[in-house]
């Protein structure tokens, strides 16, 4: 469901979101009451009223929040629950969203970007729309609810701001490398923790004639190179954050503290382009859309993807045997992160009259058998401290299921009003340069460094 509404940090398009845009037209859904019409806002009392959420449509999310509303109606008698779906997140669910913002005709709101990272120096050219709200007082804080305890660190201060938390996010998504067990144990391979070890199984495979990667970087939509972060996020959170003074590469970089010259960016270029040299050939011209068929068709024995494609992989093959391990750019084991987007997050307006039933939907969204549903059902990873979960990708991601590195610690913020080549699509471009060959990696480094302002 991840996607873009004014561009915040690299990520262009809306990943997680594929494979779930919506071809109808606006509907409301208004969970376990079909056919009900819209109604007022009603009491503001917690015991009772109608509570008004707001979502784009994606089928797995709406499934599990007309699940949990159904159930959190039967819980409290004399409430309902309105569950307003409008399509696709980047077109006509952003004018929702703004219009019930505006006029306060929705009690939680949803969006998919996180109010961190912000800018280190905020500007109203810089942020976007949920930053600006969530930063001017739009949303009501959480701290004092009991049920903000249940979520991780990172989850929370991905909504944190001034000490305040705006918002409950629902979980994250993960990327890395998911490889066909079946196709490991016919050639005798375990997954690698080790960047040597990953060379040795990518050169196994080919030598015996099996496609080591699939990644797709053509289709509607996508710059050149932007699936190539599946590649250089993995090795700029291994190679170069580790060795940054705050570690944290991507606020270090930010104020000037370390440079797009550093020599851990070019080791970890290097070996971005000698990963993509297992890439299936015409990787730019294949669809991204075709990815997770590719994958469960047996095309290649591993697939550079996200966590949000695994219900499509095993839709198109339900006997699939699938595992996973993060990108391993290091040779030190436990420098190879998984690496983790925050996705969907609730939010409750101030201009809310059913704060306190919205407080209440939240806090039964975040009990540990109502949140499993949630989880189960969309496939995303837990951000919850604790829980046992079920999901196909639960049982793929294995041990790693929500763990990792945020991908906001080491990506730094990246907007339009930056520089030509440190803007988010520009940005890029020049990864599909330099793996190409077109450009080095020095002269890929001087291009992100010459236009480089600190924010």
């Known amino acids: 469901m991840q996607a873009s509404f004014t561009v915040k940090k690299f990520r262009v398009r809306a990943l997680p979101s594929r494979g779930w845009v919506a071809t109808v037209g606006a509907i409301v859904l208004v969970a376990g009451v079909a056919g009900t019409g819209c109604s007022s806002s009603g009491s503001s009392s917690a015991s009772g009223g109608t509570l008004k959420i707001i979502t784009w449509e994606n089928p797995p999310a709406v499934t599990a929040l007309q699940k949990i509303d159904s159930e959190f109606m039967k819980a409290n008698p004399g409430t309902k629950v309105e569950l307003s779906t409008t399509p696709n997140v980047n077109g006509p669910y952003k004018t929702t969203l703004q219009t019930a913002v505006d006029s306060g005709t929705a009690d939680i709101v949803t969006w998919v970007q996180q109010l961190q990272p912000l800018p280190l120096k905020i500007t109203t050219t810089d942020l976007t729309p949920w930053q600006k709200w969530t930063t001017s007082g739009v949303f009501a804080p959480l701290n004092g609810q009991p049920f903000i305890k249940d979520y991780t660190s990172g989850a929370k201060a991905a909504e944190t701001y001034k000490g305040q938390t705006y918002g409950v996010v629902s979980g994250v998504y993960q990327e890395g490398v998911f490889y066909n067990k079946q196709i490991f144990a016919q050639y005798h391979l375990s997954p ?8 040795t199984v990518l050169s196994t495979l080919k030598a015996h004639g099996v496609q080591p990667l699939w990644l797709a970087t053509g289709g509607p939509g996508d710059p050149a190179g932007t699936y190539l972060q599946f590649i250089y996020y ?12 705050g570690k944290a590469l991507a606020t270090d970089l930010e104020n000037g503290t370390v440079k797009w010259t550093d020599p851990h960016f070019t ?11 297992y890439l299936e050939p015409d990787y730019t011209g294949q669809s991204w859309e075709q990815m997770p068929n590719a994958f469960a068709a047996g095309k290649a024995a591993m697939l550079l993807d996200g966590s949000w494609d695994l219900a499509l992989v095993q839709q198109a ?16 084991a436990a420098n190879n992160q998984s690496e983790l987007q ?8 101030n201009s809310s009259k059913n704060k306190a039933l919205a407080m209440k939907w939240l806090a039964f969204y975040s009990q540990p058998n109502i949140y499993k549903q949630y989880v189960d059902i969309t496939g995303i990873s837990s951000s919850q401290v604790s829980g046992k979960f079920d999901s196909f990708s639960a049982q793929v991601l294995g041990s790693w299921f929500g763990k990792g590195d945020y991908d906001t610690t080491y990506m730094p913020y990246l ?8 803007q988010p699509v520009n940005w890029a471009n020049l990864q599909q340069s330099m793996v190409s060959g077109s450009l080095t990696p020095a002269q890929v480094e001087q291009k992100y460094q010459a236009g480089w302002q600190t924010q």
């Not at 699938?322 to 391993?328: H, K, L, R, T, V």
């Not at 925050?342 to 307006?349: A, G, I, P």
Request: no cysteine.
């Open 192 to 199: 690698p923790t080790t960047y040597s070890q990953f060379l």
């Open 267 to 277: 080791q970890a270029m290097n070996e971005e382009k000698t990963i993509a040299s």
């Open 317 to 332: 093959n339900p006997h699939i045997q699938a595992g996973f391990f993060p990108m391993p750019g290091s040779n030190v």
């Open 415 to 422: 907007s339009d009003t930056n520089s030509y080549y440190d």
């Open 234 to 245: 993995g090795m700029m959170s291994s190679l170069w954050q580790p060795f940054v003074p």
């Open 342 to 349: 925050n996705d969907l997050t609730f939010s409750v307006l």
